[in-house]
């Protein structure tokens, strides 16, 4: 018997399982690509207005779409609804992608989805100091993972894994930084008041993580030439606002309804690899023997974590 049958939840629905598989297929994908994605468009466009627009664009986007589905009564938000919309908003897509934009500048693609892939780590971390006990499983695999992004950390740049802007020691550990507000933003909306649709604090989240990038990327000085952008630019700027960002939470939050949340949850380690197997036949990014092993272990440590953490709720995505 399936995962997909063997769930209750999913019998009682009806719906076809092939249509929440393919809804899977999507998040991996999709979200898997949103590094490549990044790495086209901050070649000409600041990395904060990147994230900026495209979050803006989607939660708008997003906001529209529930408009017309739910009406106004989805965004009747209480008073600790909309805070936790605002925080994990900073948290989220403004600290969390904000910061893997500019790590991006100076790591590969698929470097940054392999430190990006500890948010799960992270979070058990968190459980941890907040009075929660994993299972001894959940903290083998974290001591794993720790061991995996020291030797991503330590294993210096390479040729192939450099950034949009070349290699910096300091980029790495950015967009560690990014994972672990991700990681914060996550935790934190488990603990608080979030609004009944899933898709609502979605939007909300992204409209307000897009604003908070837009101001402190022109309050520091960026700007942008719209004239001098390329197509290629453009499209994949349009991919990331509406494909990565709405169908992909949309895909997400379908699945999370209709699968077992193990299985949802293995988002978590299929996406780092998709988004190197991406970044080396499209944008021929290449590693180091030392970078490949210290991803393997990341990925192992997070494969563990998943599997010995199957009945709390999955954790929301990483920065994408």
């Known amino acids: 018997m399936s995962s997909v049958e063997a769930d209750p939840a999913t019998a009682r629905r009806g719906d076809?399982?092939?249509?929440?598989w393919i809804a899977m297929v999507v998040v991996y994908v999709v979200w898997g690509s949103t590094y490549l994605g990044n790495k086209i468009v901050i070649v000409?466009?600041?990395?904060?207005?990147?994230?900026?627009?495209?979050f803006l664009v989607g939660g708008v986007a997003m906001t529209v779409l529930l408009l017309v589905w739910r009406g106004p009564s989805a965004f009747r938000l209480t008073r600790a609804q909309f805070l936790t919309c605002a925080l994990t908003g900073l948290l989220l897509p403004?600290?969390?992608?904000?910061?893997?934009t500019l790590g991006q500048q100076n790591?590969?693609?698929?470097?940054?989805?392999?430190?990006?892939?500890?948010?799960?780590?992270?979070?058990?971390?968190?459980?941890r100091m907040t009075g929660d006990k994993p299972r001894p499983a959940t903290f083998l695999g974290v001591a794993i993972g720790i061991v995996g992004l020291?030797?991503?950390?330590?294993?210096?740049?390479s040729a192939g894994s450099?950034?949009?802007?070349?290699?910096?020691w300091w980029g790495p550990w950015v967009v560690l930084?990014?994972?672990?507000?991700?990681?914060?933003?996550?935790?934190?909306?488990?603990?608080?008041?979030?609004?009944?649709?899933?898709?609502?604090?979605?939007?909300?989240?992204?409209?307000i993580g897009g604003l908070i990038l837009l101001t402190v990327g022109f309050g520091k000085g960026d700007r942008l030439d719209v004239g001098s952008l390329p197509a290629a630019t453009w499209w994949a700027w349009a991919y990331m606002a509406l494909i990565a960002?709405?169908?992909?939470?949309?895909?997400?939050?379908?699945?999370?309804?209709?699968?077992?949340?193990?299985?949802?949850?293995?988002?978590?380690?299929?996406?780092?690899?998709?988004?190197?197997?991406?970044?080396?036949?499209?944008?021929?990014?290449?590693f180091s023997p030392l970078q490949v092993v210290g991803g393997l272990i990341v990925v192992a440590a997070v494969v563990l974590v998943v599997a010995a953490e199957r009945r709390p709720p999955v954790e929301a995505p990483p920065p994408t």
């Open 94 to 100: 403004a600290w969390g992608n904000g910061l893997v």
């Open 177 to 207: 930084l990014a994972g672990l507000g991700w990681a914060v933003g996550t935790f934190s909306a488990t603990k608080m008041a979030t609004p009944t649709n899933p898709l609502t604090l979605v939007a909300v989240q992204m409209t």
């Open 245 to 286: 960002s709405c169908l992909g939470f949309s895909a997400f939050a379908y699945t999370l309804d209709r699968l077992p949340v193990s299985t949802v949850a293995t988002y978590a380690y299929v996406n780092p690899v998709i988004a190197v197997l991406l970044g080396v036949v499209v944008a021929g990014e290449r």
């Open 150 to 157: 020291a030797v991503l950390l330590l294993a210096g740049s």
């Open 44 to 54: 000409h466009v600041p990395p904060l207005l990147t994230g900026g627009f495209r």
């Open 107 to 127: 790591v590969s693609s698929g470097l940054a989805a392999l430190l990006i892939a500890s948010v799960p780590l992270w979070i058990v971390l968190l459980r």
């Open 162 to 168: 450099a950034g949009t802007s070349g290699n910096a």
């Open 16 to 20: 076809r399982p092939g249509a929440a």
